[in-house]
């Protein structure tokens, strides 16, 4: 059943589904269908005024909103133009001192490269120098040694060497002692020895020279460490603390091309030079010896000392032993002599009884004495009897 409410009474009535299908039907007439038009006309306008109205509230609204929104970003930009202009002066100042640093700091860098080019400059011109000097004194002992013989070029080192020292024998070294070793007693010998003493005669340095040099064109080849068993010899035995090889051997080794070659760890104190190295190597040891000179004194003087109370120890010790030697001794010989004593005073006092026993008879022999006369003497004794008278006459 349907429900139907009359639109010009009100009444409500129900019908069934066959009269409301009548009815329906009966509306979709001309009129209803003129109503339904109006109605969806009218339905239309309120639908569009709606439409505008709720588009008005909406421009309203997003107006308000807008001018809202604008305010806001106005005061936003306000406050970023004043931010801006903080943090604009912050960064100006800011780049004004990182320029200035900057600036600073490339100066320091631009000075630094100069410097750092006139050290590599002066490094370089340096370097070239010495090898220039370096590969000017190869040459020159290349073409000296191409010019002489064998045994010469050995001579020949040596006399460079001399010659050089005696250069700065009188500025350098006025008190040293450098001359050839021409003691083979011990069956071998070094070249030179260098000495030098302090001014009280401490010798704080000593050095054993050995020169060696060959031809290019000689067929055997010496190496420099065939040689430094033997200088190791003649050092000890002529009591030298260092000992230099001078060696234009192995010309093209590096190794001695580059300066002072180090070789105590195999013979002790050992060094092998090139001749150009022969007075700086003086010189170093010798400055050496002579920071430690004084060192070396102080050294002494304590040892001395030491040696000196062990001197008086040893002597009072020895006076000790002979004190207590000799009174052993002396006290054996005194009781001897006590008892010799004692044996001189027994034999005494037998001599004083024998005496005293023989007292009667120097009495009785005295008395004899006494009484002898020559008469008696000569009694039954013609002989002496004459002897006598004769003597009387005369």
């Known amino acids: 059943m349907q429900e139907i409410k009359c639109p010009k009474c009100g009444e409500v009535f129900q019908v069934d589904e066959s009269g409301y299908a009548q009815i329906v039907q009966q509306v979709r007439n001309k009129e209803f269908d003129k109503e339904l038009s109006r109605r969806e006309q009218q339905f239309a306008e309120e639908k569009n005024t ?17 001018v809202e929104m604008e305010q806001k970003i106005a005061s936003l930009q306000a406050k970023l133009e004043a931010s801006n202009k903080d943090t604009e002066l912050a960064v100006t100042k800011a780049v004004q001192e990182k320029e200035k640093e900057l600036s600073r700091c490339s100066l320091e860098i631009a000075n630094l490269e100069n410097e750092k080019k ?50 700065l024998r009188a500025t350098a070294f006025p008190t040293a002692y450098f001359e050839k070793d021409n003691d083979a007693r011990t069956g071998s010998k070094g070249d030179y020895i260098f000495r030098e003493e302090a001014e009280d005669g401490t010798e704080f340095i000593s050095i054993m020279f050995e020169m060696k040099n060959e031809m290019d064109q000689t067929a055997t080849k010496k190496k420099n460490e065939d040689f430094l068993k033997e200088l190791d010899k003649d050092r000890r035995e002529k009591k030298c603390e260092y000992a230099v090889l001078v060696s234009l051997l192995e010309i093209d080794n590096e190794l001695y091309n580059t300066g002072i070659v180090d ?18 190597m003086i010189t170093i040891l010798r400055n050496a010896a002579m ?8 050294v002494e003087i304590m040892r001395n000392q ?16 002979g004190f207590a030697k000799n009174y052993q001794l002396a006290s054996k010989k005194f009781n001897t002599a006590i008892d010799e004593i004692d044996k001189s005073i027994s034999h005494l006092q037998k001599i004083k009884e024998a005496l005293l026993s023989s007292e009667n008879n120097l009495r009785l022999a005295n008395n004899k004495a006494e009484d002898l006369t020559i008469k008696k003497l000569t009694r039954n004794n013609p002989t002496m009897k004459a002897m006598f008278d004769e003597q009387n006459k005369k």
Not at 50 to 66: D, F, G, P, R, T
Not at 153 to 162: A, D, I, K, P, R
Not at 267 to 276: E, F, G, L, S
Not at 306 to 321: A, C, G, Q
């Open 50 to 66: 709606a439409v505008k109205m709720a588009e008005l509230e909406k421009e309203k609204s997003y107006a308000e909103k807008l």
């Open 118 to 167: 006139e050290q590599q400059q002066n490094l370089k011109e340096y370097y070239e120098d010495k090898m220039k000097l370096l590969n000017e004194q190869i040459d020159y002992y290349k073409d000296f040694k191409a010019k002489q013989s064998t045994k010469m070029v050995g001579e020949s080192l040596e006399q460079h060497c001399e010659i050089e020292f005696n250069k």
């Open 263 to 280: 070789m105590s760890y195999k013979y002790d104190k050992m060094y092998v030079i090139r001749p150009q190295f022969f007075i700086p």
């Open 291 to 298: 920071n430690s000179l004084a060192y070396r004194q102080e």
């Open 306 to 321: 030491n040696i000196d109370i062990s001197r008086f120890e040893e002597n009072m010790n020895k006076f000790k032993e």
